[in-house]
């Protein structure tokens, strides 16, 4: 079993709608929550960190974490065809966080 | 303009003939890392380093070699590449590990080991 989980996809909405995507984890010493974005031909970028549980939003993106069932969300709202990229879950320890475990990403396609 | 620069881009190579992958950073970052990035696998991490001739192993060390003696570089080396490291190398570097700044990478570097 991988210690984080994340569904590939490839999810397909439409401009405009709410996105959900989700992490599993197996790892309870995780304390850093982190979503990456990737476009095609790049490099991830840090889209949104969080630290333990609880929610954070920046924008249209809000990100939610919850220890107890170790699942992680990311939420984008009025989803945009801009929005379509890989999006990566990552994790790391209190203590080591040289070392960051990404989920396998999902790929979002967002139609105008 | 603040980047992480790896070279080459692309590269095919035979299986057993050493390589390096270069890497390079203009941020003045402590933390540098290399991942490997797998269709289904994701991105997994080969080695990071936390400050100059610190190094540490990720998930998938083994075939791989790096180095840290300069702060601003921190080259991947592939001593005898077989092709089960065929795939797209990513180097970053964080200002203080991956939680609070995250990690900026590179553009990545296509490796193919025929």
């Known amino acids: 079993q991988k210690e984080v989980e994340q569904d590939p996809g490839p999810l397909s909405v439409p401009e405009g709608a709410i996105v959900s995507l989700n992490c599993t984890y197996s790892?309870?010493?995780?304390?850093?929550f982190m979503w990456y974005r990737q476009y095609s031909r790049k490099g991830p970028e840090l889209l949104m960190y969080?630290?333990?549980?609880g929610n954070k939003e920046d924008g249209r993106f809000t990100a939610q974490v919850d220890k107890s069932s170790k699942y992680i969300s990311l939420f984008i709202r009025d989803s945009q065809p801009s929005d379509s990229a890989t999006y990566l879950c990552?994790?790391?320890?209190?203590?080591?966080?040289?070392?960051?475990?990404f989920g396998q990403g999902t790929t979002l396609q967002v139609k105008p | 303009e603040a980047q992480v620069t790896q070279n080459p881009r692309y590269l095919i190579t035979v299986t057993g003939k050493k390589l390096t992958v270069t890497c390079s950073q203009n941020?003045?970052?402590?933390?540098m890392s290399w991942y490997r990035q797998d269709p289904g696998l994701g991105l997994r991490q080969i080695y990071y380093?936390?400050?100059?001739?610190?190094?540490d192993k990720g998930d998938v060390p083994e075939g791989y070699k790096v180095s840290r003696k300069e702060k601003r570089n921190f080259p991947l080396i592939l001593e005898s590449p077989s092709p089960n490291q065929t795939s797209l190398y990513f180097c970053?570097?964080?200002?203080?590990?991956?939680?609070?700044?995250?990690?900026?990478f590179g553009s990545g570097t296509r490796l193919t080991v025929v």
């Open positions: 990552a994790m790391t320890f209190s203590g080591n966080t040289g070392k960051l475990i």
């Open positions: 790892n309870s010493a995780f304390q850093y």
């Open positions: 970053a570097s964080s200002q203080g590990g991956g939680a609070y700044y995250g990690y900026t």
């Open positions: 941020m003045n970052h402590e933390y």
């Open positions: 969080t630290y333990s549980s």
């Open positions: 380093s936390m400050n100059v001739e610190v190094t």
